[in-house]
């Protein structure tokens, strides 16, 4: 949707899960030599002004990203994205949306794949990521651009999915672009956020069950809930992760990683985290 700017929620807890998710996979990736693609359907501005109007406004970031910066006993697999975290905070209170993850976790022979709609955050993208050679940024509808650009060169790699969710038909869009995905790129990740929020109950369901079974890899889900659902209109209490075609011991890592975060960004005694598997490797 086009009114959309996520500035307003720019190092929130959703978006820690979200990126400290994908930082594990790209990790992952990375211990090959292989060369590989990052796709990104909705990829934002790449940086945030955590101290401008937008997020001044709403405040998330106090109650998220803030929180983790400096804290000790830091499970070993977040670090790369906190220490990344760390650094653009100190340098200007700026903190990485998934493209600036991404840039950062990759190697100079991958290859980065980014689209955005809105005319403002696509202005914003294409001058954060001007320097990059590497990266290809696409002025395009996320959806239609997954499909009509994959299998991408090099065919390893990953695809990032998460609109904002203001529209009722994008839950029904993620889950058919994770099914499009496993038909024309079947060795892919695909890595999908969505929000968990009370009222979106039914279709977080649906979601979860067009993404099942769609990859023989399996799909894993992680879920962060720094709030309890509790009274009236919940709002957003959480969010959570399924990614096709998880490497390996990626659920080790999350296992690791999840009650940390759950832990650390909890709220009140109504705080949790969940990891499991949607559906199992065949």
Not at 80 to 106: I, K, N
């Amino acid at each position: 949707m086009l009114s959309y700017q996520h500035g307003y929620h720019a190092g929130n807890h959703a978006d820690i899960l979200k990126h400290s998710i994908l930082s594990l996979v790209l990790a992952r990736l990375a211990e090959k030599p292989r060369p590989f693609t990052y796709m990104d359907s909705h990829a934002g501005a790449g940086y945030y002004d955590l101290n401008g109007e937008k997020a001044q406004k709403t405040g998330e970031a106090a109650t998220g990203i803030l929180r983790l910066l400096g804290l000790d006993g830091i499970p070993g697999a977040l670090r790369p994205y906190l220490a990344l975290c760390e650094r653009l905070y100190a340098d200007g209170a700026r903190y990485p949306g998934s493209p600036a993850v991404a840039a950062a976790l990759t190697r100079p022979g991958d290859n980065l794949i980014l689209m955005e709609l809105h005319p403002a955050e696509h202005e914003r993208l294409k001058a954060a990521m001007s320097r990059d050679g590497r990266v290809h940024v696409h002025h395009r509808d996320g959806f239609s651009a997954l499909a009509a650009l994959s299998p991408p060169t090099p065919r390893r790699g990953l695809a990032l999915v998460d609109p904002s969710y203001e529209t009722d038909g994008d839950y029904a869009s993620v889950g058919n672009a994770a099914r499009t995905l496993a038909r024309r790129w079947p060795e892919g990740i695909v890595a999908i956020w969505y929000p968990l929020v009370a009222r979106r109950d039914r279709e977080t369901r649906e979601l979860k069950e067009l993404v099942a079974g769609t990859s023989p890899g399996g799909v894993l889900c992680a879920e962060l809930c720094p709030t309890g659902a509790e009274g009236g209109d919940w709002g957003l209490y959480g969010s959570g992760m399924l990614v096709t075609n998880p490497p390996w011991k990626l659920d080790e890592e999350i296992s690791e990683v999840l009650p940390w975060l759950g832990r650390a960004l909890a709220a009140n005694s109504g705080g949790h985290s969940e990891l499991f598997w949607l559906s199992q490797p065949k």
